[in-house]
């Protein structure tokens, strides 16, 4: 895993070694082993390497094709580069490394931009064909890797990288707070629109790529993730599941550095760690509190029955809010889901042993693991009465004061795409506009974000479409972009082997009631995980990774470090600080749980300081 950072030029001509090196050394985290640059009449590019494959200089980026017309920078793993690098060599193509990334350039030579379909791994790349005068720029097909850009320039530049942070030096960079950011990520708790809370700056979507050429540039999608029911026996589909995952922590394990895991007590990363079986495994919890916020007895019990090591680490208050600044220049964008700080001390814990971890994320999404997915035994009865009857019951359920009565009536009446948004779902929209000041309640409502993706679906289940949706926002804007963020932080690879291509095959295969049923959330994926974990694993119920934020919010000193950022002065353009303050007391009081209103906002507040304020 690596980062690059490149720019087409634009009508300014800058000192392009000393730029590029400035805006390298803001991603130096991705790749502290060593770094490269290529410049020429059109473009410069930048790369800093993580070695992980072929340790060697000699596949140092920026890469060249042998008669040195191609260039490529790539960050990330080609996992199926073995078969591919056979077929390329049996074509004709010389290769002068052992690493994965040169199959890119001689794939695309052979293949094109068609090529980008034969790939299993995670991957966003740069290739400058120089004698077309081409730009090629493509991200893998879940969003594992992050991949930003932007014409956002006073000089006509196009830019294009690993981390958004990494355009900020560069010196025609328009640097603007997107203001219809906001809105959204108050309900969604991350930022769900193409376009980032930096005005002008993209993310390429997942299962996509860029050509640029002749000044236009065209966006094609190359792979999707709908579902197509297959029937077939339970059984056939765990012997499937159990084969593609073995399969698919083989390649995932390849490496030349060490590789550990993490581990918490749930099924997904239980399963990984046991096909896996490194060295080692690491996990961090919160002894303070209820039990739910400490599952590192539990990965302690499976690393020993495993025979693996298993390092673990407990977090305090005080270090999570100290680090919650860097945490959040990390992410580029304000991301408030709480996980992201364990995550973030758990890649610090795995980096002073291992290079490369894999872990359970993606599970949830391609085989329904989310209780959303599941409706209680009630609303089933419930939806037994006619549809029409239900939604006039609703009309007048909505007229009520809310209660957890008139909320199961007002779900109870409502489709899927008026009801599901997504995993997370933090501020109601109606109290998000209400403490929004004027100027940020312009941005895209909720329900607009999610139907362009609910209308490519318009005929599935409704567990199909709530994982969909999740497939397309949840996951790569929040699950996978956090794992990479905060294992990049501290110069680590993170492996995902649930989102390889074969597992989402097999996945797109099993029908809805192997997935979701009134037995269990994932059902076909704890079937299949009998075979390698003991029964109380298999069937574990879900439990995330919770931090106790409602508890540190009722202690004084954090109490007081809130509401001094609720009270400063730029905290106004975007709030009515009043109505937090009262948010906050009334949490602080015990009349209420405010926690995540309270979090998310704070987390946007840190995240804004450290950008636009403290930044020069």
């Known amino acids: 895993m690596c980062g690059f950072i490149g720019y087409i030029h634009g009508k300014k001509d800058w000192k392009h070694e000393e730029v590029i090196q400035q805006m390298m050394n803001t991603i130096i985290h991705r790749g502290p082993d060593s770094g490269g640059v290529h410049t020429d009449h059109h473009i410069t590019l930048g790369f800093r390497r993580l070695s992980i494959i072929d340790l060697n200089e000699h596949a140092n980026q920026p890469l060249y094709s042998e008669d040195g017309q191609i260039v490529l920078v790539f960050n990330g793993e080609i996992y199926n580069y073995q078969t591919l690098k056979a077929d390329l060599i049996a074509k004709g193509h010389q290769f002068k490394t052992e690493s994965d990334s040169e199959v890119l350039i001689y794939g695309y030579v052979e293949y094109g931009f068609e090529f980008v379909q034969k790939l299993k791994g995670m991957f966003a790349f740069c290739i400058w064909d120089q004698q077309k005068d081409l730009v090629f720029i493509a991200r893998d097909g879940f969003g594992i890797k992050p991949l930003y850009y932007t014409d956002h320039t006073t000089d006509g530049s196009f830019l294009f990288g690993s981390e958004i942070k990494s355009f900020l030096p560069y010196p025609a960079f328009m640097k603007e707070l997107n203001k219809d950011a906001l809105r959204p990520y108050l309900t969604f708790q991350y930022s769900a629109m193409n376009e980032t809370f930096f005005k002008g700056v993209y993310k390429l979507p997942p299962a996509h790529y860029m050509v640029i050429q002749n000044g236009e540039r065209k966006i094609t999608k190359y792979w999707d993730k709908k579902y197509h029911a297959t029937e077939a026996s339970m059984e056939h589909y765990v012997q499937e599941i159990q084969q593609v995952l073995e399969e698919s922590v083989a390649a995932h394990k390849i490496s030349d550095v060490k590789v550990g ?244 095959e097999v996945a797109k295969n099993i029908p809805s009631q192997y997935r979701v049923n009134e037995h269990n959330t994932k059902h076909v994926l704890r079937e299949a995980a009998h075979k390698e974990l003991p029964a109380e694993w298999a069937q574990r119920p879900k439990l995330g990774f919770p931090v106790p934020i409602r508890h540190w919010l009722r202690e004084e000193n954090y109490y007081l470090q809130v509401k001094e950022m609720f009270q400063a002065d730029f905290a106004a353009e975007f709030f009515d600080c009043k109505k937090l303050i009262g948010y906050l007391e009334e949490h602080y009081d015990k009349k209420a749980n405010h926690a995540r209103y309270i979090w998310t906002v704070y987390v946007f507040l840190v995240w804004y300081k450290r950008f636009f304020i403290d930044y020069k």
């Open 261 to 504: 895991a993490f581990l918490s007590g749930g099924i997904d990363s239980s399963y990984i760690t046991s096909l896996l079986r490194p060295t080692k495994s690491f996990s961090v919890g919160f002894e303070e509190h209820e039990a739910m916020f400490n599952e590192t007895h539990l990965a302690k019990d499976l690393s020993d029955q495993l025979g693996v090591q298993n390092e673990r680490k407990y977090l305090t208050a005080e270090q999570c809010f100290e680090a919650l600044s860097d945490i959040q220049w990390h992410m580029d964008e304000p991301q408030s889901n709480p996980s992201s700080v364990p995550l973030y001390f758990l890649s610090e814990l795995a980096s002073k042993d291992v290079t490369v971890v894999l872990s359970g994320e993606g599970a949830d999404e391609i085989f329904g693991g989310y209780e959303w997915y599941q409706p209680s035994s009630k609303m089933k009865t419930y939806e037994q009465l006619p549809s029409s009857l239900r939604q006039g019951i609703r009309k007048q359920a909505e007229k009520l004061p809310k209660n957890k009565y008139t909320q199961f009536l007002v779900k109870g009446g409502q489709t899927v795409e008026e009801r599901f948004i997504g995993e997370a779902v933090v501020w109601d929209e109606q109290d998000a506009l209400q403490v929004l000041t004027s100027e940020y309640q312009a941005g895209p409502s909720v329900k607009t974000i999610t139907k362009a993706i609910y209308d490519e679906v318009p005929g599935e289940d409704d567990v199909t479409k709530m994982q969909y949706l999740d497939l397309h926002l949840w996951l790569p804007g929040d699950i996978l972009l956090k794992a990479d963020k905060m294992s990049m932080a501290h110069s680590i690879e993170l492996r995902v082997p649930f989102l390889d291509k074969d597992v989402m």
